[in-house]
């Protein structure tokens, strides 16, 4: 265990400046890709770069991405009841914002015949998906890579943890307190974030928690925030060169201008 006793702090705040960095292409890539992409339709990119994406997300963060989707439709489905994957009014706050990774599993793992039915038809042919997220396959991924983290010492270790666990909480994050604190311009309890605080905070996660609420009214829109800066869309189109499917829906307070609808 030579490493670890000859290292630097040095080098061990360069590995979690990195895994950082990792850690928010993640993110973004999630919201850009697996959220508004393959689960939702809104914005369409080619196979192979979704597969590629999955097949990353799979290796830097340990997403299963066909249990991500299915769990994730069952949500929007099923919005803060009980048979919500997630729903911090049922579970609490903290414990969806620090455990929002087990419920899905969970959900999916217990469900998988329901979910194959219900959400994952349109990925039956997918075979790298499927690969990926088999029980066998996660396991291994995500016990490997620490193991051998583990063994390389401090520097890779803190690599390893700043691109996982940052990403764990801030998904929860979304899930928790985008469905307890900020603003609901819509009738459902998906929130939008409110006060400087909570705005800064969203665009680490893609921008999502910035029209949260919006997104559970208009499900299949390529940008929660039509109109206003929305990060995650302006990733998904603007750097990965996505197409959205569909024209977002106005939000409340906005009116289509008089040449668009003469």
């Keep these: 265990m030579g490493a670890w006793t000859s290292?630097?702090?040095?080098?061990?705040?360069?590995?979690?400046?990195?895994?950082?960095?990792?850690?928010?292409?993640?993110q973004y890539l999630t919201s850009a890709?697996?959220?508004?992409?393959?689960?939702?339709?809104?914005i369409r990119y080619p196979p192979w770069f979704n597969r590629s994406v999955a097949a990353w997300l799979w290796l830097t963060a340990c997403v299963p991405p066909l249990t991500w989707i299915a769990a994730h439709r069952h949500h929007h489905a099923n919005s803060d009841t009980d048979d919500d994957p997630h729903?911090?009014?049922?579970?609490?706050?903290?414990?969806v914002m620090l455990l929002t990774w087990y419920y899905v599993t969970r959900w999916a793992r217990e469900h998988r015949r329901f979910a194959e039915e219900r959400y994952l038809r349109a990925f039956r042919g997918e075979r790298l998906l499927r690969l990926?997220?088999?029980?066998?396959?996660?396991?291994?991924?995500?016990?490997?890579?620490?193991?051998?983290?583990?063994?390389?010492?401090?520097?890779?270790l803190a690599f390893w943890l700043a691109r996982?666990?940052?990403?764990?909480?801030?998904?929860?994050?979304?899930?928790?307190?985008?469905?307890t604190w900020g603003e609901r311009p819509y009738r459902n309890l998906g929130t939008?974030?409110?006060?400087?605080?909570?705005t800064?905070?969203?665009?680490?996660?893609?921008?999502?928690p910035l029209g949260h609420n919006y997104h559970h009214r208009h499900p299949s829109s390529p940008t929660f925030r039509?109109?206003?800066?929305?990060?995650?869309?302006?990733?998904?189109?603007?750097?990965?060169?996505?197409?959205?499917?569909?024209?977002?829906?106005?939000?409340?307070?906005?009116?289509?201008?008089?040449?668009a609808t003469a």
Aim: proline share 9%; charged share 15%.
């Design 7 to 26: 290292f630097s702090w040095t080098g061990v705040a360069l590995g979690a400046l990195l895994g950082f960095v990792v850690c928010e292409l993640n």
């Design 33 to 42: 890709v697996l959220h508004r992409g393959l689960c939702h339709g809104a």
């Design 87 to 95: 729903a911090p009014c049922e579970k609490g706050v903290w414990s």
């Design 132 to 156: 990926l997220d088999g029980k066998a396959a996660s396991y291994a991924n995500f016990y490997l890579q620490l193991g051998f983290s583990v063994l390389a010492g401090p520097a890779w």
């Design 164 to 179: 996982i666990v940052p990403y764990m909480l801030l998904s929860g994050y979304v899930n928790a307190v985008g469905h």
């Design 192 to 198: 939008d974030a409110a006060g400087p605080l909570l």
């Design 200 to 208: 800064c905070l969203a665009y680490l996660m893609g921008g999502e």
């Design 226 to 259: 039509p109109r206003r800066l929305d990060p995650g869309y302006w990733f998904a189109v603007r750097v990965l060169r996505g197409t959205p499917i569909r024209p977002s829906p106005l939000p409340p307070g906005f009116e289509e201008p008089a040449e």
